[in-house]
């Protein structure tokens, strides 16, 4: 009986607990560009609320209202404690459309207008209004095609995405790689893997990439290199 009766305050306490426990700390890990003040602020959790009853999906929806955030976990830890856990998105490339440049994710999601800081990346120009408003899954594949050639860029070897200023889109030419010394590779629409090998021989075969050259690879069975003058 008398343990029964301990036990029995026992729960009691425990629930008590739990029902009682106040919000005393909210905690913001992983974030970077997303300042720990503006997802507290979306996050909408104050000391003193019952920390048992956050919703923690809603926490989750507010936080991810933020264009940085990409993915969002949340914990309670107690004994007064909210962790709020942060994943951004990568920028990797900018899109340059109608007199602005907007950041994209590697997995080709536009995701925040580009201002101030960060805008040392390659920039994927050529897309039109008329292309992006009317005809929205063309613009996204080559966006994405534009994703993949970076991606085949930093595999390469031949050169580095950093060497790359500017991925030029044509509707009637294909992609134009200009990269940061002033020089171009002219790819079309052709596979640029292939494209990339391509290159490769050549630079193995004594072409300087480090010198600026306009070298056409979208020829049948050719590649022309032409230097240009400084």
Request: a negative charge.
């Amino acid at each position: 009986v008398v343990t029964a009766g301990v036990s029995g305050l026992g729960v009691y306490g425990v629930c008590n607990y739990h029902r009682f426990a106040r919000v005393a700390t909210v905690e913001v890990v992983g974030n970077h560009h997303a300042s720990v003040v503006a997802v507290r602020h979306l996050a909408d959790v104050h000391e003193g609320d019952a920390l048992l009853l956050i919703d923690l999906n809603t926490v989750i929806r507010q936080v991810m209202r933020h264009p940085w955030v990409a993915e969002v976990e949340v914990e309670r830890v107690y004994p007064g404690g909210l962790r709020v856990h942060v994943q951004e998105h990568e920028d990797v490339l900018l899109l340059s459309h109608a007199g602005h440049l907007y950041r994209v994710n590697p997995s080709g999601e536009v995701f925040l207008r580009a201002r101030g800081d960060g805008l040392d990346r390659p920039v994927l120009t050529g897309l039109d209004d008329r292309l992006v408003e009317q005809y929205g899954p063309v613009a996204r594949r080559i966006v994405l095609d534009a994703l993949h050639i970076l991606d085949l860029v930093g595999e390469s070897g031949v050169i580095q995405p950093d060497d790359l200023s500017e991925l030029h889109f044509d509707e009637a030419l294909g992609f134009t790689l200009l990269l940061r010394n002033g020089g171009l590779l002219r790819f079309g629409f052709r596979d640029p893997a292939q494209q990339l090998l391509r290159l490769g021989v050549m630079a193995r075969n004594g072409l300087d990439l480090s010198v600026p050259h306009h070298i056409d690879l979208d020829l049948d069975g050719l590649a022309v290199a032409t230097p240009l003058s400084s």
